[in-house]
């Protein structure tokens, strides 16, 4: 039973710290604003949970007619917006697109948030402009090393009792040891990445879910979850041993 009801615990946390009722978007604590629309793969993500909540979560545009996100950031209803900078502020560049598919990996867990990535099929293909493209996807042999240097960008909150930012911020951060993250119940290194030095306070936070890990230009990793007190390290899903999947799904 003690069992049992710690997992619950961590699921709950998870779910709280990543996905909250009602979230607004934000900002990555201790990052920096983003030069507006120097980073066109980024999707702002308006979800409509089965419980009628409205939340946020980022994404990243992997193809003309697919985003590419966290699976715990499904709903009942999204709607992806492209050329985004200022969520308050619209402006020529944005492109509002309603999601047709939400495509989950087939083995996520949602209890541990395993398998934690989806692919979001849009009604009719984005428009490739200077404000809006895709981003190159990693190998399936491709495996980034801990101590690499790697940038992190969403509209998550700065801080757990910080205000919230409209504008997009990016933070860069360290790959981390697997040992880095054992205090994560369910933290596979095979599958998932350890983000984040924990002697430096910069993380992704609520609101940054499903947001891409970029390191060299490359999409490596993606926002899943971390500690409610936003202490790092935090866990993104790692791309690459979904690659194979991520084409079969592209192609169909």
Known sequence: MGSVSRKMQVLLLLWLFLFPPEARAGEIING????PHSRPYMAHLEITTEEGYVGSCGGFLVSPKYVMTAAHCSGRQITVTLGVHDITQEESTWQKLEVAEQIVHPRYNPFTNLNDIMLLKLQRKAEMTRAVGT??????????PPGRM??????GQTGVTKPVSDALREVKL?????????????YNHNLQICVGSPR????AYKGDSGGPLLCAGVAQ??????RGDAKPPAVFTRISPYVSWIHKVLKR
């Not at 981003?135 to 980034?144: C, D, E, I, M």
């Not at 790697?150 to 509209?155: F, I, K, L, T, Y």
């Not at 990793?221 to 971390?226: A, H, M, T």
Request: charge should be positive.
């Open 32 to 35: 920096v604003e983003s030069k």
């Open 135 to 144: 981003v190159p996807l990693p190998t399936r042999s491709t495996f980034v």
């Open 150 to 155: 790697c940038w992190v960008a969403g509209w």
């Open 174 to 186: 360290r790959l981390m040891e697997a040992k880095a993250c054992k205090r994560y119940l369910f």
């Open 200 to 203: 430096i306070r910069r993380s």
């Open 221 to 226: 990793g993606i926002v899943s979850y971390g």
